[in-house]
């Protein structure tokens, strides 16, 4: 169930129960029959008396929870079904909350910042995730101000902390108390934010150069997994261990509303395509059964195209490899001068980022080409 606080007393209730459950003490409470005369809810709000509403319909219940001013709404025992309903759907209508699990972290060693993230919500890559490099990320989520990202980076790369960045975007945002932010900085700083209003479960977890926070989640073991497991798995490249702590979550609970879209952003400057901009990964699966699965699998296509292999590891191309490389790719219709017939085919394979002439080889493009030809 999920629970709000009573006004200024620092407990937490149930956002609605039957009439007489002592988990909402409404002797200790302004009690409504509506919701109506908002100043009197507003002048309580301020003094910090919580109120209850009582309500026997589904659309009061509705209305009495859609006034972040409510602590909680009592129902009849005659209506003990309306405790039952989807307060989600209720709450939110159309606009349901980003339910997600994130991670942002960086690797100051090898200049890397990223964000991952999964949720019951379509496309979330589209809005959770934000980075740049020797700046910082950000993860803006549950009832999301998508602006958390361009302006929490802006902030960072004006020298603000982690936690300044974070204190200054709530400070501004009235709508605070349903949002949830996570921020890494350019030195490994991080901090993590959710509001009071934000969908049980909800919370986060910070550590040397990262941060993990989720909503509406099956319980605090999802963001435990994900920050255990980015702990324990230093020394990896960022991206797979971004990529474990969704694995990791997931099996822990996971989004108490289920699967259906994650993403996975990492930057590292002049770490792109062709050296010319910096989205060392940035991939994204929209709508899937098993997202986390799904972005994992095209990781590994990604690793294979765009990740270098250290020179040290490339082999010289001796007169049997020639003699190889040119039967292989004759079998490919790729024949005549071979250096021109392995760049091809390369391009053709989208392996251009690993092909430099034709003296060695990257024994990733070999292997490809021995896989084309087997």
């Given amino acids: 169930m999920r629970q709000r606080w009573f006004g200024a007393t620092g407990r937490r209730v149930p956002e609605i129960a039957v009439e007489g459950d002592p988990a909402v003490p409404v002797d200790e409470a302004l009690v409504l029959d509506g919701v109506s005369d908002v100043t009197v809810l507003q002048e309580a709000h301020e003094r910090g008396t919580p109120i209850v509403v009582r309500a026997a319909t589904v659309d009061a219940v509705r209305l009495a929870l859609g006034r972040p001013e409510v602590a909680s709404v009592v129902v009849p025992r005659h209506a003990a079904a309306l405790v039952e309903l989807d307060l989600l759907e209720l709450t939110y209508g159309d606009r349901k909350p980003i339910s997600t699990y994130s991670i942002v972290a960086c690797d100051l060693a090898a200049g890397h910042w990223g964000v991952a993230v999964q949720s019951k919500f379509l496309a979330v890559g589209s809005v959770v995730p934000w980075a740049e490099p ?23 790369r004006a020298g603000r902390s982690a936690q300044e960045v974070v204190d200054a975007l709530v400070a501004a945002d009235d709508g605070r108390a349903e949002r949830q932010v996570g921020v890494v900085d350019a030195h490994g700083g991080s901090a993590s934010y959710t509001g009071d209003g934000c969908m049980e479960w909800a919370d986060g977890r910070t550590g040397r150069h990262y941060a993990a926070q989720g909503n509406i989640l099956v319980s605090h073991k999802t963001v435990d997994a994900l920050a255990d497991t980015f702990e324990a798995t230093a020394g990896k490249h960022l991206a797979e261990r971004l990529l474990d702590c969704l694995d990791a979550a997931q099996t822990a609970g996971g989004d108490r509303r289920g699967q259906q879209s994650a993403s996975l952003l990492v930057v590292e400057k002049d770490g792109g395509y062709a050296g010319l901009c910096d989205a060392l990964v940035d991939l994204r699966v929209d709508e899937h059964g098993r997202p986390i699965t799904e972005l994992r699998r095209i990781f590994e296509i990604h690793k294979t195209l765009f990740f270098a292999t250290p020179r040290e590891r ?3 191309v001796d007169e049997a490899l020639a003699a190889e490389l040119r039967e292989r790719l004759g079998r490919l219709g790729f024949e005549g001068d071979l250096e021109q017939a392995y760049t091809t085919w390369a391009g053709t394979e989208n392996l251009e980022e690993r092909v430099e002439g034709i003296g060695r080889i990257d024994p990733v493009v070999l292997e490809q080409l021995r896989e084309s030809t087997s």
Avoid: F, I, S
Avoid at 135 to 153: H, K, S
């Fill in 134 to 156: 020797q700046v910082g990320a950000v993860a803006t989520q549950a009832y999301a101000n998508p602006r958390y990202g361009p302006e929490g980076l802006a902030l960072l």
């Fill in 314 to 316: 490339w082999l010289d």
